[in-house]
Nanobody, 119 residues
Framework: VRVVESGGGPVQAGGSVRLSCAISGYIVSRYCMGWFRQVPGKEREVIGAIDGNGRITYSDSVKGRFTISTDNALNSLNLQMNSLNAEDTAMYYC??????????????WGQGTQVTFSS
């Protein structure tokens, strides 16, 4: 199993960024996949997840600004992030096969990609 995030970098106020997660070993359309983020010294935060039926859930902190999607042809998970602000600065992680499609009990994690707010 391999989970690799990409697409992070510096972002400006109100800007957008798209993260991608290439997954091997799981078929993204059949398992629960999700995005998380973590700031040093704080607990890992759930951003959202998509289950094997295509149902998507989001945390209140990103609802309306972030969009999770899958690309079945590429077997990848994507995170479109809009209207970014300083509180979105974090290391962003992709996870595959999340137990119960809730929380952070995932089988496989990526190494993370950093998104940093720049004023």
């Amino acid at each position: 199993v391999r989970v690799v995030e990409s697409g992070g970098g510096p972002v400006q106020a109100g800007g957008s960024v798209r993260l991608s997660c290439a997954i091997s070993g799981y078929i993204v359309s059949r398992y629960c996949m999700g995005w998380f983020r973590q700031v040093p010294g704080k607990e890992r935060e759930v951003i959202g997840a998509i289950d094997g039926n295509g149902r998507i859930t989001y945390s209140d902190s990103v609802k309306g600004r972030f969009t999770i999607s899958t690309d079945n042809a590429l077997n990848s998970l994507n995170l479109q992030m809009n209207s970014l602000n300083a509180e979105d600065t974090a290391m962003y992680y992709c996870a595959a096969s999340i137990r119960g499609c809730a929380g952070d009990a995932a089988t496989s994690w990526g190494q993370g990609t950093q998104v940093t707010f720049s004023s």
